[in-house]
């Protein structure tokens, strides 16, 4: 739906820059207006030195050197003054442009780590991206330009009086370009606005695209969908192309237009100004010096075009930013902090929690672990284990029920107190293209004494120590130049170091083998880590060194024990923890069949043979 308001909105938005920026922005338009006024002063000087040294001199046919210079250091001095109000103006609208975007970008990726995952969750990656970089762009689009322009407004004002006291009529004749343009650009506005809130949106789209495309790149590769891939890419870009050549037509028909007021407002002043020095009402140096004024203001005038094309992006690209600096769902803090040093106790109290638009995973979930205590959370793929780690780290809150840790609400503590107090190693691995210290640190001040004892605890120290700089190895983007099992042990590492006081494994040693699963599960429980250890876990040989097994399925706590208990009592948790090695078994068998086949088949063969 065409917007009737972006003009005023668009100005609004100006104004705000304005407050933002409110010294650059006056130092920028006091460039701006003294380049104005030395515009207008350069025409009175060139009608001045037409009518007293040009004309003179054809009239007499000479004309003195004093004359001439007097020109020449009128013509410099307002040269000079122009030189300077452009220096001014572009340096403080350049500075002030780059300090908005730089502003915002910032104020988005703020916003961004305030908002909760769940918020996360619903917004694609490309869109946030495109939020954070084109849109904080097109929004401050025209500042380069507005300095300029509200110079050029002082200008018109000043040139308007000067004209009106030079001859009405030509003052008359000549304001007529300014509501032309006003009107043009009512109309451009209307016009333009729905093309470039259409552009914005395929500029994220299309980003989103990217981002899931490159990322995914193992899968494309691997399934071979790469030219299904560039089609869906080269689907999206020709609609974006498609929208910006709309939106470039729209401009092509109106930029001419307003590019010809000023020059037309000059012809027709030239045209008027002829026949009144004709009737000998006009002066030929006042004629001039309108003229050459109009002529002059021709590319000034252009400043308040460009400002008013921009406005329709402007508007598309504030209004995009404000769904994401207005977003709500940010996530309640209070002012307690854990007063303990040791273990953390965890506790969930009646845990409810669904995403948007989908069943509830959790339901009236009731756990509790005792400072100091091992725990496996055991379940089927899609109860609600992985939901249940965020939850007790804190990215999510449920939406009904409590989180406490040693007693205290989650919602009431300090901001950073979970993040001190607890650790989570999720499931997907993320390395950053870093070294592996930095990895590790991820910037905290730890020593490396600190940081080798991490790696060690992590079963990650003897390949880091055969790494061809050790700590200061680069990884690569996300860990390219290590297996799945090394970097899972770097990210546990990660979480090591820190010496959280509850440990939240979310199957966070899948990729490594069982042996060393189980040397990293032996020194955690060995080690003077003084942690309070959950972790989601299918292996037996990991679920037994449990202190305590929760057994979890369709979002709710279904039992509880060792793991003998729930074995003998549990008939899900039985299937479901032996199933891998029931399939094992199976599979030994089948192997074992076909090995005892082909053994007969030989015999056989050597039978015929002899």
Known sequence: ??????????????????????????????????????????????????????????????TSAGALALAVLALLAVSLLKIVGIIGRRIGAGNMQFRLQATYRRRVTRKYLQLPLAWHQRHPTGSLLSNANSDVEAAWFPIAPFPFAVGVVIMVFVAAAAMFATDWVLALVGLLVFPAL?????????????????????????????????????????????????????????????????????????????????????????????IRVKSGVLSVQDLVSVAFLFTVLAFPL?????????????????????????ATGSMTTGSKTLSGTGPAALELRDVSFAYAGADPVLEDVGLELPPGRTVALVGPTGSGKSTLTTLVSRLVDPDTGQVLLDGVDATELAVDEVTGAVALVPQTTFVFDDSIRGNVTLGGEYGDEAVWSALALAQAEKFVR??????????????????????????????????PRLLV??????????????????????????????????????????????????????????????????????????????????????????????????????????
């Open 182 to 274: 006003f009107v043009i650009n009512y109309a451009y506005s209307r016009r333009m606005s729905p093309r470039m809130t259409r552009a914005q949106q395929l500029r994220a789209e299309l980003s989103t695209l990217a981002h899931e495309s490159f990322d995914g790149a193992l899968v494309v590769k691997t399934m071979g969908r790469e030219e299904a891939e560039t089609d869906r890419f080269r689907a999206k870009a020709a609609e974006l192309r498609d929208a910006l050549v709309g939106a470039g037509r729209v401009r092509g028909v109106f930029d001419p237009l307003m590019e010809a007021l000023p020059n037309t407002g000059t012809l027709i002043v030239l045209f008027v100004g002829a």
């Open 505 to 610: 494994l979310d199957d966070a040693t899948s990729s490594v083998d069982p042996s060393v699963e189980a040397a990293i599960l032996r020194g955690l429980r060995g080690a003077d880590l003084a942690a309070t250890v959950l972790v989601v876990a299918y292996r037996r040989a990991t679920i037994a060194l449990a202190d305590e097994v929760v057994y979890i399925e369709s979002g709710r706590i279904q039992a509880r024990g060792s793991h003998a208990e729930l074995l003998a009592s549990t008939a899900g948790y039985a299937h479901l923890v032996t199933a891998y090695e029931d399939a094992e078994r199976e599979r030994q068998r089948e192997l074992a069949a076909e090995l005892d086949d082909e053994l007969d088949d030989q015999l056989d063969d050597e039978e015929v043979s002899a």
């Open 1 to 62: 739906m065409i917007r009737n308001d972006v003009l005023w909105r668009g100005l609004r938005i100006l104004r705000h820059s304005v407050r933002e920026e409110p010294r650059i922005f006056a130092a920028s338009a006091l460039g701006s207006t003294l380049f104005g006024l030395a515009t207008i002063g350069a025409a009175y000087v060139v009608g001045g030195i037409i009518a007293h040294v040009v004309v003179p001199a054809f009239d007499s046919g000479k």
């Open 466 to 499: 055969a790494l061809p700089e050790g700590l200061d190895t680069l990884v690569g983007e996300r860990g390219t130049s290590l297996s799945g099992g090394q970097r899972q042990r770097i990210a546990l590492a990660r979480a090591l170091v820190r010496r």
């Open 302 to 326: 252009r400043a308040i075009g460009w400002v008013l094309g921009e406005l329709p992006r402007s508007v598309v690209g504030w209004d995009r930013l404000q769904t994401v600096l207005t």
